[in-house]
């Protein structure tokens, strides 16, 4: 999705103006007029779904799934356009007609919040994995990619676009929010609930979660060579040369945020996520 800088700056006012509100959450223009089409989706029993908000590490966590399911190699991953084998549901490309005729099984990425999510997997109709991760990190990867993407040309400081996340004012509506209607529902038999933190703090596990949750069976050694694959694709893009340092990495937000900034964030945090008792690492 990505798209090279703007020329031309955005107002605050021009920026507002890319969204529409539905049932009070602020979604991209792209999603307007299918929401009803994707609550009424038909979703498959053979189906996995992976669910985030923007910039929780989708695309790390769409290749372990697809390692994990497949039995695929890295480098193969890295090869192939895995984002045209992981389509996301309410991107214009390739859109729902495309993606109701893809055979099973079928992996289907989505970052809409869980109501407005097909209501066929509401009730338990297939696998949904989410991926939550620390907010700190993710509101710095957020306004990075929102400087970048022409169709939003946002010029903003990030202090601003802080406030906008703080204020629930981005696309995708409120991360707090997002974050906590999957949690309340972590414990469904079809939802596994998972932590971007937990991706570089403890991958194995993580990986053996996602076996026994998607019914792959395999034995130790198995399990290890898995692991170890897995190991590599977070590699691939925590230490590559090619991009800037430390991409990806837990704690970054360090660098970025102040003092004061921090202090008005923990507190608005505190607020919002009240005793629903979610917990994130902010450092490794
Ligand atoms: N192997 C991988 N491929 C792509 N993104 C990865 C990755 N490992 C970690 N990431 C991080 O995941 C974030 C993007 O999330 P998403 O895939 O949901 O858009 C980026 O964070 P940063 O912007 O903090 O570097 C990116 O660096
Ligand atoms: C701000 C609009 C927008 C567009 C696309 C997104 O998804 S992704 O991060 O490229 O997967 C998120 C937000």
């Not at 994990?68 to 890295?74: K, Y």
């Not at 400081?157 to 974050?179: A, I, P």
Request: with cysteine.
């Amino acid at each position: 999705m990505a798209e090279s800088e703007a020329e031309t700056p955005s107002t605050p006012g021009e920026f507002e103006s890319k969204y529409f509100e539905f049932h009070g959450v602020r979604l991209p223009p792209f999603c307007r007029g299918k929401m009803e089409e994707i609550a009424n989706f038909p979703v498959r029993p053979s189906d996995v779904w992976i669910v985030t908000y923007p910039k929780s590490g989708t695309s790390l966590l769409q290749e372990v799934v697809y390692l994990v399911s497949q039995g695929a190699d890295p480098d193969e991953i890295g090869l192939m356009n895995i984002d045209e084998q992981l389509p996301v549901l309410e991107y214009p490309q390739p859109g729902l007609d495309i993606i109701k005729e893809l055979t099973s099984p079928r992996l289907i990425k989505s970052h809409l919040p869980y109501r407005f999510l097909p209501s066929d997997l509401h009730n338990g109709e297939s696998k949904v994995i989410y991926m939550a991760r620390n907010p700190k990190d993710l509101v710095v990867s957020y306004y990075q990619f929102h400087r970048s993407l022409r169709t939003m040309s946002y010029r903003g400081t990030f202090q601003e676009f802080c406030r906008r996340f703080m204020n629930d004012k981005l696309g995708y509506g409120s991360w707090f929010e997002h974050v906590q209607e999957f949690w309340e529902h972590r414990m469904d038999s079809n939802v596994l609930f998972l932590k971007y933190e937990d991706m570089h703090r403890d991958l194995v596990t993580m990986v053996e979660q996602l076996a026994r949750f998607l019914g792959v069976s395999c034995d130790k050694a198995q399990l290890e060579a898995l692991s170890e694959h897995c190991h590599q694709l977070v590699d691939q893009c925590c230490n590559a040369e090619a991009l800037p340092v430390g991409r990806g990495r837990v704690g970054l937000w360090k660098d970025i945020f102040t003092v004061s900034m921090n202090e008005k964030f923990d507190l608005v945090y505190k607020q919002k996520m009240g005793k629903c008792g979610l917990a994130f690492d902010f450092y490794l």
